[in-house]
């Protein structure tokens, strides 16, 4: 049997948080430079408000400048657009964030490629995207580049290890393929129509698991000593009437089987926040020419 460790997430993104804010101090003082980053929210959708909320407490906490727009949920699209226009113009801003979903009558793809690339923090646009499998420098999406960094802790030696990616999101999946390929890793991406997912998952020394289906990966999915990664948030019912969070892995079937896992909560979630801060300030360093931190 196995001792499986448990990988916290909040204690890796606190020391994420960290790092940004001393490094947002050291550009200050270098180079004058306060790194901005602008949250757009479009209607009233009360999740995405508390999302904006803790977003804009984060930035300032790590010393960066917060802005905020936001525009009813009747907005058109050509309105959306001026006000990327105007913030892709905008000195002071580093890094532009639309919050999803964006109300009906607005394409988030067309708003996506409206974004300057080098203020594209969510790592979301066409270009950020291409540059991560053409191994050139660009933004990285948040929540996968949080999930490396969490790797790269639980297995300090990654080149050759079989990765298995549970779920081909291009906000998720598909950059953490691209991310764990950069790192020598031989890697499987998996996804609804995948034969034999049990198979494939076994396969893995790295497993991350983002399908959004609570506790698919079950205990034998696991090969013993495997990292496993669970992105999953899923909420659900317990038996005393109380709503909790789970992951996409079966949690309590893996003790004992998995070398390294992370919870839900407290695994990936915090680290998306802390790698959205990081993203920031390196984007005001890459748009100056300035030296960027090693974050
Ligand atoms: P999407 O719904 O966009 O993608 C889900 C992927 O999982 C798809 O590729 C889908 O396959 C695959 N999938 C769904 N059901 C199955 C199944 N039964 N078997 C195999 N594959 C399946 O989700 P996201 O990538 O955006 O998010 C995934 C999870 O991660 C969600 O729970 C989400 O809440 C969470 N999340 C957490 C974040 C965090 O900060 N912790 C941030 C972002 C997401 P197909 O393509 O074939 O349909």
Redesign the pocket.
């Known amino acids: 049997m196995t001792e499986t460790r448990l990988i916290d997430g909040k204690a890796r993104a606190a020391r994420l948080r960290a790092d940004v804010a001393a490094a947002a101090v050291a550009l200050k003082g270098s180079a004058g430079v306060v790194p901005g980053l602008c949250a757009v929210l479009v209607g009233e959708d009360p999740v995405s408000q508390v999302y904006i909320r803790s977003k804009g407490k984060a930035t300032a906490e790590a010393g960066l400048a917060g802005f905020e727009e936001k525009l009813p949920a009747s907005a058109s699209e050509a309105e959306l657009l001026a006000v990327i226009a105007r913030l892709n113009a905008d000195e002071r801003i580093d890094g532009i964030l639309v919050q999803l979903p964006l109300p009906p009558q607005i394409d988030p793809q067309r708003v996506i490629a409206a974004i300057d690339p080098r203020k594209d923090v969510d790592g979301f646009h066409a270009e950020s995207n291409g540059l991560l499998w053409n191994g050139g420098q660009s933004l990285v999406p948040c929540?996968p580049y949080g999930c490396l960094l969490l790797i790269r802790e639980a297995m300090p030696d990654r080149a050759g290890a079989e990765a298995v990616v549970?779920?081909?999101?291009n906000?998720?999946?598909k950059p953490m393929a691209g991310l764990l390929l950069a790192e020598n890793c031989t890697v499987t991406i998996?996804?609804?129509?995948?034969r034999d997912?049990p198979a494939i998952a076994r396969r893995a020394d790295i497993l991350v698991a983002?399908?959004?289906?609570p506790e698919?990966v079950r205990g034998d999915w696991i090969k013993p000593g495997a990292v496993v990664i669970d992105?999953?948030?899923?909420r659900r019912t317990a038996p005393d009437g109380k709503s909790v969070l789970v992951g996409?892995v079966a949690f309590a079937e893996a003790q004992g089987i998995a070398g390294a896992i992370t919870p839900v909560p407290g695994g990936?979630?915090p680290m998306?926040i802390a790698c959205l801060l990081r993203n920031t300030l390196i984007a005001a360093c890459r748009r100056r020419g300035l030296a960027e931190p090693d974050l």
């Open positions: 929540t549970l779920g081909r999101s906000i998720v999946g998996a996804h609804s129509r995948s997912l983002a399908v959004g289906q698919m992105v999953g948030v899923n996409d990936v979630g998306t």
